[in-house]
């Protein structure tokens, strides 16, 4: 009865915190909007910020109760998802036969990722995670987005801040305010009580509190980003989720590990080095590889979810 109790508040808390972040971020977005800041501000920060928010709420609420070893998991888990999971799908459900990568990815933003995902792998194997090592992070991640706000500068055309100015209202809409305050409210009572389940269930099943996180938390944290690129999927535009799944583990690997271990240092379970990190580093590469084409067909999607298949089937020793 209480391993049920424990899995109904873990699922619902994880949907109120996806749910809450996709709120949050259309109502930031609105508020910079009426505020007059840049759209590529707004892409980069706002944005880029809130697919990645149920991953970075829930990592501070997990060290903050002293469970270290869910933040790395997550990340790792994250990570993995937003490649296999997420790319895979939106690669087989896409209305072309081929996604095209329009923009180019090769100069700067895929040396950025293998760049991040190593820094990760690097800064964790032995074991820890500290407070310099997340100094770092967070310079790799002002670093990231400082290039990206340079390339929107380039790229941004007349038109799109026209487009925006439009739509900006004379008076700012109640709404947006309650959505804010609302949406930042239910992040926090979902995060709270999604790692909360998390620790209780680890101890019903006697499992470690990481292999939940690098799988069930990783998959729900990365909602926003599924539920963008299948939208963005059905339209006929696939290679918006191929830049939102770069942007969000460079993000993960930088930021979310990172913000964290501010409050406390890390500890990475030895699960996570052995296993799932290896995993991680594997999707990055593939992920580098697929792209570099500039086109991800529907054979490769489907070799990506072969690959997270077994990655959650060995992960619960299914295979």
């Given at each position: 009865m209480e391993l049920l109790f424990w899995s109904i508040i873990f699922i619902v808390s994880l949907v109120v915190l996806s749910k809450s972040a996709a709120y949050f971020t259309e109502a930031a977005e609105k508020l910079g909007i009426f505020l007059d800041i840049p759209v590529f501000i707004i892409g980069v920060t706002i944005v880029a910020l809130g697919t990645s928010l149920p991953e970075l709420v829930s990592s501070i609420f997990a060290v903050l109760k002293d469970s270290s070893e869910i933040v790395v998991g997550n990340v790792v888990?994250?990570?993995?998802?937003?490649?296999?999971?997420?790319?895979?799908?939106?690669?087989?459900?896409?209305?072309?036969?081929?996604?095209?990568?329009?923009?180019?990815?090769?100069?700067?933003?895929?040396?950025?990722?293998?760049?991040?995902?190593?820094?990760?792998?690097?800064?964790?194997?032995?074991?820890?995670?500290?407070?310099?090592?997340a100094l770092l992070c967070i310079a790799g991640i002002v670093l990231y987005l400082f290039y990206t706000v340079n390339v929107e500068k380039k790229y941004t055309g007349i038109e799109k801040e026209i487009r925006i100015k439009k739509g900006r209202k004379r008076k700012l809409d109640k709404k947006i305010i309650l959505a804010l305050v609302g949406g930042a409210f239910f992040i926090y009572l979902g995060a709270e009580y999604t790692i909360e389940a998390v620790i209780k269930l680890s101890e019903i099943l006697n499992i470690g509190?990481?292999?939940?996180?690098?799988?069930?938390?990783?998959?729900?944290?990365?909602?926003?980003?599924?539920?963008?690129?299948?939208?963005?999927?059905?339209?006929?535009k696939g290679e918006i989720a191929v830049g939102n799944v770069l942007g969000s583990n460079i993000f993960n690997s930088f930021a979310v590990m990172g913000i964290p271990a501010l409050f406390k240092e890390l500890i990475i379970p030895e699960s996570i080095l052995i296993f799932s990190l290896p995993i991680m580093l594997i999707a990055t590469f593939l992920y580098f590889f697929i792209t570099q084409d500039k086109q991800i067909t529907k054979w490769e999607g489907w070799l990506l979810i072969i690959f997270y298949v077994f990655f959650i089937g060995k992960l619960f020793s299914l295979f």
């Open positions: 888990g994250s990570n993995i998802c937003n490649i296999f999971l997420v790319l895979g799908i939106v690669a087989i459900i896409s209305k072309k036969k081929v996604i095209n990568v329009g923009f180019e990815l090769t100069h700067i933003d895929l040396p950025i990722l293998i760049g991040s995902a190593f820094f990760l792998a690097v800064t964790i194997w032995d074991g820890v995670f500290t407070l310099s090592e509190k990481e292999i939940i996180a690098v799988s069930a938390i990783a998959l729900g944290t990365s909602l926003p980003e599924l539920t963008v690129s299948i939208t963005a999927a059905r339209e006929g």
